[in-house]
């Protein structure tokens, strides 16, 4: 079935982007709000990973399952954050992490739309309720990118 399809692209973007959530949170821990605010969203992908994978095992939907959800080098980026803090660079980085995030973020939103719209075609109602209920918090993720991006750009650019 092609829904298939959709759900295994939709469990191995919102993986990626648990992953890249997680990865900024290390890389920038010593920005708090980076920090914590990515930190809690990439434990939203995480709750959106185990809700797909049991509705995948429900409907014998076969599924590639890392279940590394933390990057081995997080607490070398942890401290290299607090070492570098200071540095000009470190902001630039962080637009570029956040602009990379913003890209992840929108295949994750559009996956989930487009697994809600097969799903009520197909009548599948476990896939519509659990795209219902996860692609609300993934536009709150790109929306969190998308203000981010705004309220940080201009004096990272124009300095």
């Known amino acids: 079935m092609k829904l298939d399809m959709v759900v295994r ?5 919102e993986h990626r982007l648990a992953r890249d959530l997680s990865a900024v949170s290390a890389r920038h821990h010593a920005d708090h709000e980076i920090h914590h605010v990515a ?3 990439a434990g939203w992908s995480h709750d959106h990973l185990r809700q797909l994978e049991a509705v995948a095992d429900r409907l014998d939907i076969a599924l590639h399952r890392e279940h ?3 990057a081995w080098t997080a607490p070398l980026q942890e401290r290299l954050s607090e070492l570098l803090r200071t540095r ?3 902001s ?3 637009l570029l992490d956040l ?3 913003h890209r992840v973020t929108a295949g994750v939103s559009l ?3 487009l697994l809600g719209q097969g799903a009520q075609a197909v009548k599948k109602p476990d896939l519509l309720e659990l795209a219902q209920h ?3 918090q993934t536009v709150r993720q790109l929306n969190w990118t998308n203000s981010m991006l705004k309220i940080l750009s201009p004096q990272v650019l124009a300095t």
């Open 99 to 101: 602009r990379h995030l």
């Open 68 to 70: 590394r959800a933390r």
């Open 9 to 13: 692209e939709l469990h191995r973007s």
């Open 39 to 41: 930190h809690d969203l």
């Open 111 to 113: 996956d989930w739309e």
């Open 88 to 90: 000009p660079e470190t």
């Open 134 to 136: 996860c692609h609300p």
């Open 92 to 94: 630039m980085m962080l």
